[in-house]
């Protein structure tokens, strides 16, 4: 199935602007962002980054949607808390969360991030990230573009 992950972003910002009453900025660099797959797994996938961005952080989030002419890539950006170096490594395993009683304060599962990257890997795209304590977080989804 052919869709357009930019109007899937503006789905998912509505959504948690109205459930969080937080600041989700976005400024997309394309018009479209024609992606071949499974729609609802992808739109898990950016609730997922979303959330998270959202529950270990208390600033504004930022939404980046741009292609490098193959690949569709969209990031999310927050200015929280970041992950330790250590923990960098294992945030895509299942169960795994850092800092145990900090992160049973905010509740979860540990599963959201390899459940992310696994569908983004089926999808023939990847999920990266990108961290400094104390700074905040990037997380990045790249899909192939379908034209
Ligand atoms: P859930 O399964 O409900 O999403 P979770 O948030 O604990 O629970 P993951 O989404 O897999 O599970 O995240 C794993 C861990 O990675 C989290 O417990 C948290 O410690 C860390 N983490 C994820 N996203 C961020 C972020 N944006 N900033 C800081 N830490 C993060």
Do not use: W
Not at 66 to 85: A, C, N, R, S
């Amino acid at each position: 199935e052919k869709f357009n992950l930019l109007g899937l972003c503006q789905m998912a910002i509505k959504r948690f602007t109205g459930a969080y009453h937080r600041e989700i900025i976005f400024h997309p660099q394309v018009k479209e962002a024609h992606i071949l797959g499974n729609k609802e797994q992808l739109q898990q996938v950016i609730y997922i980054l979303i959330d998270n961005a959202l529950k270990y952080s208390d600033r504004e989030v930022k939404l980046e949607l741009l292609t490098d002419g193959t690949m569709i890539i969209f990031k999310v950006i927050d200015y929280g808390q970041g992950i330790p170096e250590k923990d960098l490594k294992y945030i895509f395993d299942r169960f795994y969360r850092v800092d145990k009683a900090r992160s049973r304060e905010t509740g979860g599962t540990g599963l959201g991030l390899p459940i992310a990257k696994a569908i983004a890997q089926v999808h023939r795209g990847e999920l990266l990230v990108e961290s400094k304590p104390g700074e905040g977080t990037t997380f990045t989804l790249e899909l192939p573009r379908s034209q």
